[in-house]
């Protein structure tokens, strides 16, 4: 389903709520791009945005949410329009986050603390250039910018749930 190096957790939750992989080339399909955000972790409840930009510019979201608690039950689903303005505002937060450049990160160890817990937020991006993932902790090592990226997307689609799982962000800058 998705690049090997991903969390296994990923792995089995994207077929249960009826996601493709992105990283195929054969999975831009007709579209411009094709942007995912998932964002799990400790609390059950996990919530998924898959974007489907048009050569246009426009978009389509499709916003997943399920119980990882409760394997069978249903994920619930919806679609919302993005305009060409609203893909535009999204691709500035990416571009201020450096997202694509955002390495992966799981925990962080300060000399008098670690940080294991959290959500862990999982970009994805498939264009005509290949294939990119970024994955960072939004409690524990996720620069602010990241989460504003994450944030915005859920902004975008009008998902507070998927806000209530993630920190309020300052600045942009960290």
């Known amino acids: ?100 450049e955002t390495a992966q990160q799981f925990w962080r160890m300060d000399d008098d603390a670690i940080c294991v817990d959290g959500e862990e937020m999982i970009f994805e991006r498939r264009d005509i250039s290949g294939y990119r993932v970024a994955q960072a902790n939004a409690q524990c090592e996720a620069p602010g910018a990241v989460v504003l990226a994450a944030r915005t997307i859920f902004e975008l689609v009008h998902e507070r749930g998927g806000l209530d799982l993630l920190p309020e962000v300052m600045s942009s800058d960290d």
């Open 1 to 100: 389903m998705v690049p090997p190096h991903l969390d296994a957790v990923y792995l089995d939750d994207l077929p249960d709520v009826n996601e493709q992989a992105l990283w195929p080339d054969r999975s831009l399909k007709q579209f411009k791009a094709r942007y995912r955000l998932t964002v799990m972790g400790i609390v059950c409840r996990s919530y998924l945005v898959r974007i489907d930009q048009k050569v246009a510019g426009d978009g389509i979201a499709t916003v997943k949410s399920w119980n990882r608690c409760k394997r069978d039950t249903p994920y619930e689903e919806r679609a919302v329009y993005l305009t060409t303005a609203k893909m535009a505002e999204f691709d500035a937060i990416a571009k201020r986050a450096r997202l694509w």
